[in-house]
Structures are given as C-alpha cells and as structure tokens.
C-alpha cells in the first residue's frame, strides 16, 4: 500500500526538517514501546516516557551518543520495528523527540519510516507573552512552553512590567504587590480590581519547566517608560510626585519613571539585581520602547541631570538612562536586551556595546544595530511577527488594530531585505510576541498564537514556502487540537 502523502514525515512536521528521506511502512507506537539511551539523555528520555508514553527497558527507540553533531542537531531513523536517534547534546536528542511526538499525534500514534537529519537556521526562535496587561495563570504559561518546544522554538521572553500590571515582587518593595500589581477594572462601577504577582516559587517553577524542554526564559523588566504600575506604588519614582494610579486603559502614558531621581536608579538596582538571580539564562530584557518625555521637559531633577552629564536633548537622557540600566544588567553577569528606540539619542553616549537590538517598528532598527555590530532578534510588528493583530481584517476576528495573516508569517524572514553579509551575521533570529491588551484569558491566547506561532517557528528553523504551510494545516490542527489547543481555523490570506 503506497503512503498517503498526508501521512509522510514531511506531511506531518512544522517546522520541517532540513532533511528527509521517505521510507514505506511505520512504526507503530503502542503501550508496550520501550527506550534504551545513553546517560547524556537521562532527561529527554524521563520526558520521552511522558510524551510518547513509553517504558524504559528495551530497544525499540534507541538514543545514541554520536560525535560530530551540532547544539539541537540531530539524525533520525525510523524502521518499522526500531527507532533510532542520533546526537551529540541532549538538546539535539530533545528536538529528535519532538519530531517524533508531532508525528504520533499527527497519524494516531504511526510513525512513518523515514530518515530525517535536522539542524536550525536561527539560533534565537522565541515566543514573547505580556502578562501585564492581562494576568496568565503558571498552568498556561507551561503549556505554551510546552507547545512552543514542540515546533522547537527555544526562547520565552516573559514581559512582566507594564502600565497596567507589575507582576514580580521585590524585597522591602511590598506595595509593588499591594498596589502596583492590580488595577481597578474601570469597566465595572463596583471598585473589583484585576492582577496578580508570580512568586519566586513560581518563577523556578516556570524555569525548571522550561529548561527541562531546553527552552531559556528571557525576563523584561521594562524600563523608563511603561511605569504607571510602579509609579502608583511608588510615586517619588515619578518626575511629579503623582498621583499616579495602575492603567484600566491601553496606550502610551506620559507618567514614566524620571531620569532624575537616584532612589529610582537604586530601586533598579535592586530590581536587576534580583531578577539576575532569580533567574538563571543568561539575559534580562530592559525594556526601553514608548517612552515619552514630556514629564522629563519640565522636571527639574531631570534638567539637573542633563546639565551635570552635558546633555543636550530628552533623548540623549533616555539614551544615558539605557546606559545606565545596561551597565546594571552587565554587572549582575547578563546581557541587556532592548527594544529599537535604544538605538535613539545615542549621538554623545553611544550605544552599549553588549546590548542586543530588538526590532519591532519594521526591520530599519535592526539594519541599523547589526551595521553598528550589535546583536540583533528580528520581530517586525509590519511582517507577521505581532499575533495580537487579527487574523485577517475583518470585524469578526479578535484582536488589535493591525491584521497578522497566517500568509504573512510564512512570509517572514529575520533577515532585513538589502542587509550586508557582515551584519547578516548578527541576526540571532527572530520571536512572534503576543501583547495582551485585548486578550483576556488563556484560550483567547491560544486562539491569537496559533496556528501563527508553529508557522514563525518554521521561519526561524527551516522556512518553507506558504503553499507548503497550507498543506500542512490539517496535521498542524489535529496535532494542536490533541494537545488542547483552542487553535484559529479560519483563511490564511
Ligand atoms: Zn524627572
């Protein structure tokens, strides 16, 4: 009997791998399958009995330590009665199991024969989710860890700081979780308010998660703008003293965190600092983006700085307060990373070497930070990378004021049109972010992310063209819907 080609490896994988070669038959996966592993993959394969719901004994599925292989490479061999994996580190033996848990839930447990040797084009390929503007419960963020590490994405940028929430606490800060962590829901005429806080219990309970899945967690304390949280808790912190109160409406706020004032740099200090420790990959997100300075205008703390650091303009100010954040995070053993308006006002101070450039407003930031030498992860809200936007531009469809189509995913490519083979090589690669205005609960999240998130997953990993993500879709829906996934259904264009 010939394969349907919908029950190929190629039919069933997003991303596809760099490599396959079809084979006929399948191995069938039933309660009886066994794994044998060398001890470099102890923890893929305690995963492994989990997701295949398999037993560790004997050798149907082998997992082999073989020199030569890449980070996340892998080769894989499927026969009718044997699998057999190949790879050098646990993370290429973790990517080689998720290739097979897409391709068991995608044909009920029959895994094609095939022959698959696999490698990513990025090395950045990472999801971001604001949990400021709404709260998401630690269950959820470990399932989309979890979905996410499934398509081989391997960065989680944890947006925690915002106008509308602050959700870390901080030691001798306790109104950051009495106040700066809820707001009023100004939609109700009763005074009930909204938020939450993620304890540190929690914080290594999502880390450990993640890890376990070699996915980093990138932590965004955000900095000088976006602070109306903070702020009302804390209104010395602010240029007017306040009051301030935690945002029920979304937007840019004029109440930001003034450059002026050394208490406020001592709290950052202090919030860097645990965060550093609290969390263990090696970068801290400092925000940076929509700052206005109108407060900064007028304040006099603010003019005394300008003046004591020869500053000629507010935003070189913003600029000197990235360095300032900057030289914070390097201290604590981290690389900053910064939204694209870090690369503004930088005339006197120069942008921090080690800071890494996230291009949001299109790809002219990143063009501009990779020719400077800086690292850079391509997200452009204008190229498919923001799922808050609709599905497509329609009255119907949940979401923000731009329109994503899944067609503009597939067409995503973190290298900017035009760029030098020099700075080529500093794009990391690239994220889908979901900011969450408008998303008020975990299965509103899933609906916006996916099927986005597994077709910019392809992008960063092997992009295919979009004929071939459409015919995927239906794989794609049965694996997601398996695993729960409240999943857009609708057109891609
Ligand atoms: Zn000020």
Known sequence: MQTKKN???????MP???HVEQKDGAFRLHMGTTISYDPIFGEVVELAREQLACNIGGEDILFKLVEGFGEDCYRLKVGKNQIVVSSTYPSGGFRALQTLRQMALANDNLIPCCLIEDEPAFPWRGFMLDCSRHFFSVAFIKKLIDVASMHHLNRFHWHLTD??????TVEGYERLEEVASKRTLLSYTDGRTYGGVYTDEEILEVQAY???????????????????????AYPT??????????????????????????????????VITKTARLFSDPYIHIGGDECPHTAWETCPKCRQRMEEQGLASVKELQSWMTSQVCTMVEKAGKRPIGWDEVLEGTEKLGIPSSLIVMSWRGDAGGIEASSLGHDVIMCPNTAGCYFDYKHLPSFDEPGN??????EKTAQFSPIPKGISKEAQCRILGGQGNLWTEKVTSAKAAEYMFFPRLSVMAERLWNPQPFASVEERRPSLEKKLTRLDINLYRGASV
Request: hydrophobic share 40%; charged share 20%; with cysteine.
């Open 7 to 13: 029950e190929t490896a190629s039919g069933l994988l």
């Open 16 to 18: 596809l791998p760099k």
């Open 163 to 168: 106008d509308q929430g602050w959700r870390l």
């Open 210 to 232: 993640a890890h376990k899945r070699h996915m980093l967690v990138v932590p965004e304390i955000e900095t000088p703008g976006h602070a109306s949280a903070l702020l009302s």
């Open 237 to 270: 912190f602010g240029c007017t003293g306040g009051p301030y109160e935690v945002q029920d409406r979304w937007g840019i706020f004029d109440e930001v965190m003034c450059a002026g004032n050394d208490n406020l740099l001592q709290f950052l200090q202090e």
């Open 401 to 406: 004021i731009g329109v994503t189509t899944i």
